[in-house]
Nanobody, 120 residues
Framework: QVQLVESGGGLAQPGGSLRLSCAAS????????MEWYRQAPGKERELVAT???????NYSDSVKGRFTISRENGKNTMSLQMDSLKPEDTAVYYC??????????????WGKGTLVTVSS
């Protein structure tokens, strides 16, 4: 199995910054793509950003120009740098990974989420 653990959530003021991290571990053969989703209270989960090998990162319109997704080469980690935060960025942020396991199964895994609150 594969485990994803998010970290870095917390409270930030409007206009401030936070950096989220996601660490993947377990039976990982390779990671095809990693994504950040978020779910605000009373709303559906939405895709925030995607990063995959050989492709430019993609962002939702609501975060484009403010958030930056990245992966460390050779490591199963991903980060989301969030700048110019707005109250509407308040949500639980989830990490998702598309993995080929060591048994050659293509599967998707989710982390349990980390809460980001943007408030003055």
């Amino acid at each position: 199995q594969v485990q994803l653990v998010e970290s870095g959530g917390g409270l930030a003021q409007p206009g401030g910054s936070l950096r989220l991290s996601c660490a993947a571990s377990g039976s990982i053969g390779s990671i095809r793509a990693m994504e950040w989703y978020r779910q605000a209270p009373g709303k559906e989960r939405e895709l925030v950003a995607t990063i995959s090998s050989g492709v430019s990162p993609n962002y939702s319109d609501s975060v484009k120009g403010r958030f930056t997704i990245s992966r460390e080469n050779g490591k199963n980690t991903m980060s989301l740098q969030m700048d110019s935060l707005k109250p509407e960025d308040t949500a639980v942020y989830y990490c998702k990974a598309a993995v080929v396991t060591t048994a050659y199964y293509a599967m998707e895994f989710w982390g349990k989420g980390t809460l980001v609150t943007v408030s003055s």
